[in-house]
């Protein structure tokens, strides 16, 4: 009998053989020093205005444009570099803790239904796929409706969002585990519920939850930004991709650049998340196709 | 056999719709502080307050509210008034529900075919340069912000080259008053009949050419899913044993792959196709708020900006409705093509409570 590889030394091999993998995460780690160094990187205050002097400089490789404002500046004067960078810190926590919310309402749900089985399953199931059957974006901004605006509800409503998805992987998953021998000797042996479903069920399941975590971590910057967009996330002036697009979107015929790079940076973290993510899973996911056949 | 699987399914989710009635029920019971006042907002008279709480029933118990409102929803239709727009949500429904189903009909179109084409084609040719650019488009398409596309189409279509309009539905110059001339309510059939009927063409080429940039915005995420699906479904099919069976017997690529691949790589293809459309149709929140196309997403999103709760509770009572219906569909379809599903499910049932 061979003992299960660990899920990072899978992870790990993957990513030591696919060139995607590698170039996926390299993107998304500099995006994530960009915004935690943002203070050091940029030369400007993101929130300072300038009115006067300053108003819609082009980005450094067009005439008037220097490397003072290396992505230009905004109708109200304001450096676009640094509110990108600044930007960032906020756009990327509002993929990253939407998926902590949503893995932590749903994972301990899906674990305790797919454990027990029965009809409170059935029933906690049932609803779980009504939920399913909306888009996301969808969910969370019903909840935003109800919860009211901001970054905190925002982040709420994304994650709670994303509790379906979660709680409906390892659902299944731990239902694939439950009957195993490791778990039938952890019950004998008198393990509390609790620690047959965190110490034994959770680790077993990782897999999954890996995949998906990297996938809703895509969706939910992507979402978060869209609410922000449409003005119930995020208010400006605070720095986010979302509503940098928001408010740059009246100056548009003027200063594409106040538009282009907020964009690109959406576009570049979530197309590289959903690049690892596809990567993972083909390494990850026993359903999904191997490699090489 | 199918009429009963059908009305089984029907049935089935009713508890689902009335869950969700229950749900937006309590959700509006669940916001802080006093709700009339909220939605009255901070400037508002106190007898504008006491009509909202009037309205809403506010000062009778909450099994009464709620018995009240499935009441007026079943068997009156009513869906209450908007305080925003101060009109019945019916009214606002009856234009911005034909304004989505034409804006979400036009990006199935889009959507539909090329992401089949695309999800075929790389399959086939699997580890081609087709394949490559084929996934490299899928892959665009679900990382793409769709807002960010839609001012870049703007931006690109509108601006620089000035081929189309960036937003609403008509232009000005075109004689054509919505209230009482239309009569689909949907500007390109509208159009359509006009020309028919004699009346000139101006009406149909200017609703086609507002339609055309909403619309190639709106079919990118579909377009992405239906290929990526339709891919590795075509996949999982073509390593069957039937197919080199049928490889064997002499038959042509094309063949094989329209006649017994397609037939098997239908279903889930299938499904994910009606889910997409159950998400256009319950309304494209972004893509119609930034083409102001005044279709139930841009309804709903203002509804939410300014707290018209009655609104966002029957917006999304009704877009909750159509995801179900469309799911239903899809299942409907499915079983349809493949009988062995009913079949399971029937058996499934037997054991399963």
Not at chain 1, 235 to 245: I, K, Q, V, Y
Request: include cysteine.
């Amino acid at each position: 009998m061979t003992a299960k590889p660990s899920v990072w030394r899978l992870i790990w091999a993957e990513v030591r053989a696919n060139r995607t993998a590698q170039s996926a995460i390299a993107i998304i780690l500099l995006l994530i020093i960009f915004a935690l160094c943002a203070p050091w990187l940029a030369r400007h205050d993101p929130l300072v205005l300038n009115l006067e002097t300053a108003r819609f400089i082009p980005p450094f490789f067009m005439e008037g444009g220097s490397f003072l404002h290396p992505f230009g500046t905004d109708s109200s004067g304001r450096d676009v570099f640094a509110r990108v960078l600044f930007g960032g810190r906020i756009s990327l926590a509002l993929g990253f803790l939407p998926v902590l919310i949503g893995a932590g309402f749903g994972v301990p749900m899906g674990l305790l239904s797919g454990y027990l089985g029965g009809r409170s399953d059935q029933f906690l199931m049932r609803v779980n796929d009504c939920l399913l059957a909306f888009p996301s974006i969808l969910l969370a901004l019903i909840l935003v409706a109800f919860l009211g605006q901001g970054i905190v509800n925002l982040m709420i409503a994304v994650g709670l969002a994303y509790a379906p998805t979660f709680a409906r992987v390892s659902r299944s998953s731990a239902l694939g585990e439950r009957n195993k021998e490791y778990v039938l000797g952890a019950f004998a042996n008198g393990a509390s519920l609790q620690r047959i479903l965190f110490r034994h069920l959770l680790p077993n399941i990782l897999n999954s939850l890996v995949v998906v975590a990297t996938m809703s971590f895509a969706s939910a910057l992507l979402e978060s930004a869209g609410l922000s967009f449409l003005g119930l996330g995020v208010r400006p002036p605070t720095p986010e991709w979302g509503a940098m697009l928001a408010e740059g979107k009246a100056d548009f015929y003027q200063a594409w650049w106040t538009l282009v790079f907020p964009g690109a940076a959406i576009f570049l973290t979530v197309i590289s998340l959903n690049m690892l993510g596809d990567a993972l899973r083909d390494a990850l996911d026993p359903r999904s196709e191997r490699r090489g056949t | 056999m199918f009429v009963r699987h059908a009305l089984q399914r029907f049935i089935s989710s009713i508890p689902v719709l009335l869950l969700l009635t229950l749900a937006l029920f309590g959700a509006l019971k669940l916001i802080p502080g006093d709700i009339a006042l909220v939605m009255a907002g901070e400037r508002a008279t106190p007898e504008r307050v006491e009509y909202i709480r009037e309205s809403l029933h506010l000062n009778d118990p909450w099994w009464m509210q709620y018995g009240l409102y499935l009441k007026k929803l079943i068997f009156e239709a009513d869906l209450g008034h908007s305080l925003l727009h101060d009109q019945p949500i019916l009214t606002l429904f009856s234009t911005a529900v034909p304004a989505t189903i034409e804006l979400a009909t036009a990006a199935l179109l889009i959507a539909i075919p090329l992401g089949l084409f695309l999800g075929v084609v790389s399959a086939v040719a699997r580890r081609s340069w087709w394949d490559r650019i084929a996934s490299l488009v899928a892959l665009t398409g679900v990382s793409m912000p769709i807002f960010w596309l839609a001012l870049l189409l703007m931006w690109f279509f509108s601006l620089n080259l000035g081929w189309l309009p960036t937003s609403g539905r008509l232009s000005d110059e075109v004689l054509f008053d919505p209230a009482t001339e239309s009569v689909f309510r949907m500007y390109v059939l509208d159009g359509l009949f006009f020309g028919l009927s004699g009346r000139g063409w101006d009406l149909f080429f200017s609703a086609c050419r507002y339609l055309v940039l909403p619309a190639v915005a709106l079919s990118t995420i579909p377009m992405a899913h239906i290929c990526r699906m339709t891919r590795s479904a075509m996949l999982d099919v073509l390593q069957q044993d039937y197919i080199r069976t049928a490889r064997a017997k002499g038959l042509s690529k094309f063949k094989i792959v329209l006649k017994h691949a397609a037939r098997n790589a239908a279903l889930p293809v299938v499904t994910i196709m009606f889910l997409q459309a159950g998400a256009l149709f319950g309304g494209a929140v972004i893509t119609e708020t930034m083409f102001a196309w005044p279709g139930l997403g841009k309804l709903l999103v203002e509804s939410i900006g300014s707290r018209d709760f009655p609104m966002v509770q029957s917006g999304t009572l009704f877009v909750g409705v159509v995801f179900v219906f469309f799911n239903l569909l899809g299942d409907l379809v499915v079983g349809w093509l493949d009988p062995r599903i009913k079949q399971s499910a029937a058996q499934g049932r037997g054991h399963g409570a």
